[in-house]
């Protein structure tokens, strides 16, 4: 009965590839977000999506972008990936804007 | 925005209660207090939230001063599983979409002593 789930939990991958984080939520919430924490362990807000539209987007690169499928779902794909893109991931979802945030367990990505 | 001052660190004993504070001087009347945790290698968890009244729930308890300066998060009774790094959040309602997401800071690491 998980709230937040991602896939996968650790990524490997080579600069310059291509990939994907999915996140999934079955809390039957209308937004959900995508956060960055570094190595410094600061966390930081990416994107949030609500009723699939995108309302908050922070100066991340365009190389990031998020894709909605359907409410509860917001997948992360990343293009080009670069040696600073290594970080951990969290999604999380929230009833409506302002209401508290459930998050996943995270995705940690390593870029080599 | 609003920013907000925590310990970097802090110790209590197992089964102690553990008071948490916060600074947030330059609060304004619409922002409201938030708290998270992140325990160690999981993503950050809500605990609780207040405006101006003091607020308890099944995880803690948030204690607002009468200017709303500060703030202090009260575990009544640590247990180790509550050692992990405590975020004080301001998130004012108000201000547009953009005011709806969550600015972390360092927090203050919580540390549990058996």
């Known amino acids: 009965d998980t709230a937040v789930s991602q896939t996968p939990k650790y990524l490997v991958t080579q600069m310059g590839n291509d990939k994907s984080i999915k996140c999934e939520q079955n809390l039957g919430h209308d937004t959900m977000y995508w956060y960055k924490q570094d190595s410094k362990k600061f966390l930081k807000i990416m994107f949030s999506y609500n009723n699939k539209e995108l309302i908050i987007n922070e100066t991340v690169p365009n190389r990031f972008s998020p894709k909605s499928p359907d409410k509860a779902h917001l997948n992360l794909h990343i293009n080009s990936l670069e040696l600073g893109d290594s970080a951990v991931y969290f999604c999380?979802?929230?009833?409506?804007?302002?209401?508290?945030?459930?998050f996943g367990p995270g995705t940690r990505l390593t870029v080599t | 925005d609003a920013k907000t001052t925590q310990p970097n660190s802090m110790e209590s004993n197992e089964e102690e209660p553990v008071h948490l504070p916060c600074n947030h001087s330059?609060?304004?009347?619409?922002?409201?207090i938030h708290w998270y945790r992140q325990l160690p290698s999981q993503g950050p968890e809500y605990v609780i939230h207040g405006l101006t009244s003091n607020v308890n729930n099944r995880m803690a308890s948030l204690a607002i001063a009468e200017d709303r300066k500060s703030s202090t998060l009260i575990l009544h009774r640590a247990t180790l599983r509550d050692a992990a790094v405590y975020y004080c959040i301001l998130r004012n309602a108000y201000s547009g979409a953009g005011s709806y997401q969550l600015t972390f800071g360092k927090g203050t690491k919580l540390s549990v002593i058996p």
């Open positions: 330059t609060i304004s009347g619409t922002d409201y």
């Open positions: 999380a979802s929230s009833q409506d804007l302002g209401y508290e945030q459930y």
